[in-house]
């Protein structure tokens, strides 16, 4: 074993040091998940754009849409650290990226309802998304802008016992299909003291779907345009105060840095798993790809980067969980395993030749996917501007 990388090929995805036998048990329901219902069909779907809508029936009957939900309302318990987990193994068994964040839209639709919703709210929304494979999305672009979430202009005024919602939210991770979108909309001033959380339910009156949206790269989910014209929404629907949503928003976001970096990461380690299994068949000049330094200092490389990007990001999970507040760290490690994922995935179409170019190639897929995470739940730049606000200059 010259290399020790079959040694850790063999053995899998190194585990994040806060993992426990529980975090283990979780992974093992979720692999088995993807390997049995999606990594059968999962190419094909991307190449659909689209995955069965029975799938999140059957991901509730499995019980991998509750990790990191109460018990009470119908999840499997755990916290952050078993939903990155989950999230991880189903990447990495699945392999359809796509299916996974379309499947896994309620994760960032969902949170502030659990936050910070009533019993009734919990009630009506998050316990018929983990026990019977109803769909939420979260809308918080809009076509004039995402970055500047406090400048967002979709207005709600009051009218009686009721909003009345008019503007558009683009970009929506399983907008076409959702039944309800955890929508920000303007209720104040303007800046992010005029913000609130509105629960807006498919078949309202004025709401609409626009278009589905073509996209570079996680092509089995879907993304899609949302249109509210004088759209009705009982006052009831508002997730906490009115006007009190920012905070509320840049919470979420906190986690959904993490989950973006956890998936980067499992990204990465699969196409890095990909290019050993290629370089140890692939011959060229009588030998196979691993028998030229350049591709073994390659693939050290890859392993390497994802070593680091999984150290950084589990430290902040980890400090996350301990109640520390870690901003700064999770946009460090949202940009960082986004930079490895990245880096990873051209090197992995560098080692897989004319074939990495190819649709018939995970490698390819996965490099049009890794495109979205340094855009995708705040941008590059924006986690540069956490960062150094975090850091005082
Ligand atoms: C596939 C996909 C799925 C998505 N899913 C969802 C979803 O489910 N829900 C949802 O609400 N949104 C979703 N988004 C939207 C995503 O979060 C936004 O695209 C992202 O926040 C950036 O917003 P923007 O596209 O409007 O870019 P803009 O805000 O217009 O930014 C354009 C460029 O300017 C830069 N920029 C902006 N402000 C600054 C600044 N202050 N300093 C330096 N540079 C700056 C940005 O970094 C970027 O490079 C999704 C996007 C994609 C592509």
């Not at 040694?7 to 329901?29: D, I, K, N, Q």
């Not at 028998?291 to 680091?308: C, E, N, P, W, Y």
């Not at 004319?354 to 996965?366: A, I, P």
Request: hydrophobic fraction near 40%; charge should be neutral; aromatic fraction near 8%.
């Amino acid at each position: 074993m010259p290399l020790g990388i079959t040694c850790r090929y063999a053995r899998g995805p190194m585990p994040y040091l806060f993992e426990t036998e529980e975090h283990a048990a979780v992974r093992a329901s979720a692999r088995r998940f993807a390997q049995t219902y999606i990594a059968p069909h999962g190419a094909q779907w991307e190449e659909d754009e689209e995955f069965p809508i029975e799938l999140y029936r059957t991901a509730c009957g499995a019980g991998v849409m509750g990790f990191g939900y109460p018990e009470a309302l119908g999840g499997q318990g755990g916290d952050l650290g078993h939903v990155l987990v989950a999230s991880e193994e189903m990447v990495l068994a699945g392999r359809s990226v796509g299916t996974i964040v379309g499947l896994g839209s309620h994760g960032i639709a969902l949170p502030p309802i659990v936050r910070f919703g009533t019993a009734d709210q919990q009630r009506q929304f998050v316990t018929p998304c983990l026990r019977e494979g109803k769909i939420a999305a979260l809308a918080i672009t809009e076509p004039g802008g995402g970055s500047d979430v406090a400048a967002l202009t979709t207005r709600a005024e009051r009218d009686g016992d009721h909003y009345v919602v008019t503007g558009a939210k683009t970009f929506i991770t399983s907008g076409t299909r959702a039944d309800f979108v955890t929508t920000a909309v303007r209720t104040g001033g303007p800046g992010h003291g005029g913000v609130s959380l509105l629960v807006i339910e498919k078949g309202t009156p004025g709401f609409t779907v626009g278009k589905k949206l073509k996209k570079t790269g996680w092509w089995a989910s879907d993304t899609a345009e949302l249109h509210f014209d004088a759209c009705r929404v009982p006052i009831g629907n508002r997730i906490g105060p009115e006007n009190g949503a920012f905070p509320m928003i840049m919470m979420n976001f906190a986690s959904e840095r993490l989950m973006l970096a956890t998936q980067c990461v499992a990204i990465a380690e699969l196409a890095y798993r990909e290019s050993i299994a290629y370089a140890r068949e692939r011959h060229a000049f009588g030998k196979a790809l691993t028998g030229f330094q350049v591709t073994r200092h390659k693939l050290a490389d890859m392993a390497s980067r994802i070593a680091a990007a999984r150290a950084l990001t589990g430290e902040s999970v980890t400090r996350v969980l301990r109640g520390e507040m870690a901003a700064g760290l999770a946009s460090m490690a949202k940009n960082v395993a986004t930079d490895t994922c990245s880096f990873v995935c051209d090197q992995a179409v560098q080692i897989h030749g004319g074939y990495g170019y190819m649709r018939e190639t995970l490698v390819e897929r996965l490099y049009r996917d890794a495109r979205l995470y340094p855009i995708g739940g705040g941008t590059r730049e924006i986690m540069n501007e956490v960062i150094a606000k975090v850091e005082g200059y």
